[in-house]
């Protein structure tokens, strides 16, 4: 039984920083795509970004270039989104996604998996 548990939310003024952990237990396979999905209040779910397993590809999101980092610790399965000058349009519901085909893009569909979510809220 796959298991995603995100942490590291809350509450951080604008231009603070946050880092959310998402560890994953239960995989049948060692190859997959880890990703972070968001969704604001009144709007759509959007990625935001993802990391492979095999080969370390990473993807972003236009709006988190240069802000966020993605990245894993192959030994303890535990993806981590490091968020640095935080913006109020962060502000959201996080949401850590498993791709079993290892597909490092963001679209929704292809992920499997999903965690249970986790609230992150930037503001003065």
């Known amino acids: 039984q796959v298991q995603l548990v995100e942490s590291g939310g809350g509450l951080v003024q604008p231009g603070g920083s946050l880092r959310l952990s998402c560890a994953a237990s239960?995989?049948?396979?060692?190859?997959?795509?880890m990703g972070w999905f968001r969704q604001a209040p009144g709007k759509e779910r959007e990625g935001v970004s993802c990391?492979?397993?095999?080969?370390?590809?990473?993807t972003y999101a236009d709006s988190v270039k240069g802000r966020f980092t993605i990245s894993r610790d192959h030994a303890s399965h535990i993806v981590y989104l490091q968020m640095n000058s935080l913006k109020p349009e962060d502000t959201g519901v996080y949401y850590c996604a498993a791709d079993s085909k290892d597909r490092p893009v963001l679209w929704a569909r292809f992920y499997d998996y999903w965690g249970q979510g986790i609230q992150v809220t930037v503001s003065s």
């Open positions: 990391i492979s397993s095999s080969d370390g590809t990473t």
């Open positions: 239960g995989f049948a396979s060692p190859y997959y795509t």
